[in-house]
């Protein structure tokens, strides 16, 4: 064939070669860890989900055009996912009696948007979501908040860092009726001008809002909203109930050590019209990067595509690898994770059998060492060159000599130090040693990380 | 909105609820863990790729037919991936020039078959792919099989339960040709008679061979070979390059105390023309179950496709999660998973505030003891019912008697045992007892696990 194909992978998608891989588990490991062990527990759908799910949200067209979608071969319209919420629902409308309220799910899976690639999206993503479903009252909207301020700090993120800006779409309505006599439609279309505020020049906010009816003096009262904090703002509809809801979680977030994370912030709004009380951004605080990172909020029906009369509130936010990526990388907070882990090359002389380097390979398997033999017959510099650009910590030297004494020379290829070991005191060696390893055989056999 | 959306998944593909997702992290940890330690490394490419990927190798007409693809609005032809292994030579031929072989590679990704669902083969599924690119000896074939028996004793599995039957195709080759004098070409027509053995009745089998010229004399031959060891079978021809890599491969899997998961099989071909010297199928032990669950081999280049002149070897296998599943059920080797976890579920009364017990779950948190509050405002009966359910350990109980002595009730679920603990020696009850913490936040903070 005289034709070649194309090395490089789909627009806007990406290969993750060991190192960029070592990353993603990195990431993940970390928020899976940090999510458990707060009694989230992991769910995951199909890539593959009936167009309709996302049509029914957001009007066929929108969902064509967004979507990489097609007909399969029976006529049955599919799309490949574009967010999680619609499979969750769906999942959660299945099992609806069988299922225990409150319900802490969380989910680590890939996505695909038709869109043109830039700066934080990508065509295909990972996307974190973490949903409490079942729980009315605000005790929900606080542990999903806690979640993603614990996930941030399980990357050695702290409060200098990022902050979460909170309202509530209930006290929105309710302060802007206070203010301009609005019903909830009127509060709604304010609520789409303030979502805009910060993408577009003064004059056209102002106009905007004038457009609705809006006075000066009313527009005054809302900017006042804008530096007020939560004491203050609700002291404007104390009665609201929007207004008690923000009261009680800042009372909690307060009590419960979160508040130096946490800010009322009256213009985040989050576009979405089916959030109904909190919602939440996450900030950046890097000058060069103040923008949100992701958010979320409360939702008053999950279930209501799928079953009739029935309703299950959730509260919960997705956020990007990408975007978390880019947050990690900005704060310095990535590791170099060639560092400090032990990883063995054995290297090999053609006068020594095969099995003799098996057996040493074998001992620090069984002892939890990541280890293993240079396969192939190339010179013993040319070993020592692979193991150097591979990252391994150290090298094993075992020549016909070393081996009739029943030793090893063991050389760390960070600090040059070579020391003689016997064969028999290997494990130790590496065991008892400064490194330690990370998981044994017995681990994985017994089960330990699980 | 009348109409109401059908909770189902897409036919041939799965929800991963809490339990299932729970299995599947089990699975692919304990495949990772055992793989990483032998120093294989985690890769993984898009789900998309461009449809060229599939057509080239095995035809338009094909790659169409079995693959999900459609068109981009760009008019690219695109797939989601059926198999991993022509994204894997795309990405190495992308770096061909700064990659250091020998790669050991594995990746652990969802793919996409258009076929009818049946046990064993659904439409989403994943697969384990174990790869090493670019050593052209039969260490490589012997690493690679060895991590496949790993990866099996990882889970529990031992002798009894599985076998690895191993070929050489150059070998088989040689062996025909000694046998009934044919060229590569005949050989080839042989392997697909030989191939189909097992899925025909044995007069199939005869005429088939007859067709291609051969004698019964010469037929009775190749059924010997069927029953006989690597030792018998290559002195049919010893100087064959096959029987000299059969006989190196077989010495070391004996030398390095793999012979008891291994056997010689020349029926075992592996359809695919393209392997070129080891091949290999583990089966299933079990009588109700006697199948090749998977299989690999060597293949001589991996990149031609991509890169005119150049050539890398591979040799590897892939390994579905329907598959490991089946056998993993057979063999009763999946644990029950809510055994033996700590998971506290911290209960509340609605006289005590919120962040006295906010601080419990904190305190436990930070020991790594997974633990949360109940959210909501049920009766304490409901509260224990949904802790049963969900497989909490254990309950804690703090009335407002209990908060003013600065005491909980800590009551194992399983044994019913209830303990009266100080708050301040709650971390050290769950973290020095019999069931140990599975990771700190400390862990998690300083990265322990990676």
Not at 112 to 137: A, K, M, S
Not at 420 to 447: C, H, Q, R, Y
Request: proline share 3%; aromatic share 12%.
């Amino acid at each position: 064939m005289d034709f070649k194909l194309s090395t490089q992978p789909y627009k806007g998608t990406r290969d993750f070669y060991p190192r960029e891989m070592r990353l993603r588990n990195w990431f993940f490991g970390k928020i899976r860890d940090a999510l458990e062990l707060a009694c989230f527990e992991e769910y995951e759908g199909p890539m593959l989900e009936s167009l309709d799910l996302y049509a029914a949200k957001s009007g066929e067209e929108l969902a064509k055009e967004q979507t990489y979608n097609f007909e399969d071969r029976g006529g049955r319209s599919l799309a490949i996912r574009p967010e999680m919420t619609p499979t969750v629902a769906r999942m959660v409308a299945a099992k609806m009696g069988e299922l225990n309220y409150p319900l802490k799910w969380f989910s680590i899976a890939n996505m695909y948007r038709y869109e043109r690639p830039q700066r934080g999206r990508l065509r295909e993503f990972w996307q974190l979501n973490v949903d409490i479903f079942g729980c009315d009252t605000f005790e929900a909207d606080l542990d999903v908040i806690k979640s993603a301020i614990t996930v941030l700090r399980a990357f050695g993120a702290d409060e200098s860092m990022f902050l979460v800006h909170i309202n509530n779409r209930r006290f929105f309505n309710d302060a802007i009726a206070a203010i301009a006599g609005t019903d909830t439609e009127g509060a709604r279309r304010v609520s789409k001008v303030v979502d805009r505020k910060n993408k577009v020049p003064r004059e056209t906010y102002e106009a905007d809002l004038k457009a609705l009816g809006l006075t000066d003096e009313q527009i005054a009262k809302i900017d006042a909203l804008y530096t007020m904090n939560v004491t203050e703002a609700t002291a404007l509809c104390p009665d609201s109930v929007g207004a008690t809801e923000l009261r009680a979680l800042f009372d909690a977030l307060e009590k419960t050590g979160l508040a130096k994370y946490c800010t009322f912030d009256f213009g985040i709004i989050r576009g979405l019209d089916y959030y109904t009380g909190t919602v939440f951004e996450v900030f950046d605080n890097a000058p060069e990067n103040n923008r949100a990172m992701f958010g979320g909020g409360r939702y008053d029906n999950l279930v209501g595509l799928f079953q009739k009369n029935a309703s299950i509130s959730g509260v919960g936010y997705g956020m990007g690898d990408v975007t978390l990526e880019n947050f990690l990388t900005t704060h310095n907070l990535i590791p170099d994770f060639n560092v400090g882990k032990t990883k063995v090359l054995i290297t090999r002389f053609a006068d020594v059998p095969l099995e003799a380097y098996n057996q040493i390979a074998d001992t620090l398997f069984s002892s939890g060492v990541r280890a293993c033999l240079y396969l192939g017959n190339k010179k013993f510099g040319k070993q020592i060159d692979f193991a150097a650009k591979e990252h391994y910590s150290h090298v094993i030297i075992m020549g016909s000599d070393e081996l009739a004494s029943g030793t090893v020379k063991v050389k760390n290829l960070g600090t040059r130090e070579e020391n003689v070991v016997k064969i028999e005191a290997l494990d130790s060696f590496f065991t008892d040693g400064a490194v330690p390893s990370d998981i044994t055989w017995d681990d994985i056999m017994n089960g330990v990380k699980e």
